[in-house]
């Protein structure tokens, strides 16, 4: 879990944060995170809400991938590490993607997976 500095404070209002959808009516992130055990969905959960208000924000808590997409990071109990794949759009942060990272890279597919779901949002 990350920690923020108890001397600073959000400026602004918190941005929205909502689940892309699937054609079919699915939200494969949130259906993903309710899979999780509830500790790991609240250390993401708290991770994402620090996010919205923070927003934009950097390391450690987000990383710039390109092309608007951002990796939200969260560290997991039992070493293991959570990465939620997000984008701004329509002053909103959308949530595309969710895994368990399980090596040091980000996975070529978890990327495409990502840019496609970005791609199908902007159309």
């Not at 969260?74 to 990272?101: D, Q, S, W």
Request: charged share 30%.
């Amino acid at each position: 879990m990350h920690k923020v500095q108890d001397d600073r404070r959000p400026t602004g209002a918190k941005i929205p944060l909502i689940f892309t959808r699937t054609e079919a009516g699915s939200e494969p992130v949130r259906e993903w995170l309710k899979g999780l055990p509830e500790a790991e969905r609240q250390a993401i959960g708290k991770d994402l809400l620090r996010a919205q208000w923070w927003w934009p924000v950097g390391m450690p808590l987000c990383r710039p991938l390109g092309s608007g997409l951002w990796e939200s990071r969260t560290n997991l109990p039992m070493k293991r590490t959570a990465r939620v794949l997000l984008c701004l759009y329509r002053e909103h942060l959308v949530a595309l993607h969710g895994f368990i990272k399980k090596t040091r890279t980000t996975p070529d597919e978890d990327l495409a997976l990502a840019r496609k779901r970005k791609k199908e949002l902007e159309q």
